[in-house]
């Protein structure tokens, strides 16, 4: 299994929806609004580093209001 930290930063207003949708995506473990420099964090858990890409690029990056995401790996 690959584990990873997704720091998303979403539109203005949008923080809440982009949190509460990506916490329904299979393998979401966990999606809250933060504060700083990020809107929202999700940690991802997937059976490997391509289900793990193709969650991220296919459906957090497809949520409305999402602007832009950093992904951390964890190890």
């Known amino acids: 299994m690959v584990q990873a ?4 930063r979403t ?5 809440s929806s982009v949190a509460e949708q990506a916490g ?3 393998g979401c473990k966990l ?3 933060v504060t700083g420099r990020y809107d929202v964090v999700v940690l ?3 059976a490997d ?6 969650t991220v690029l296919s459906k957090i990056h497809t949520i409305d209001g999402v ?3 950093e992904t951390a790996i964890v190890v």
């Open 5 to 8: 930290f997704v720091f998303i």
């Open 11 to 15: 539109r203005a207003g949008k923080a």
């Open 24 to 26: 329904k995506l299979s």
């Open 31 to 33: 999606a809250c609004m």
């Open 44 to 46: 991802l858990e997937a």
């Open 49 to 54: 580093l391509k289900a793990l890409t193709d």
């Open 67 to 69: 602007e832009s995401t």
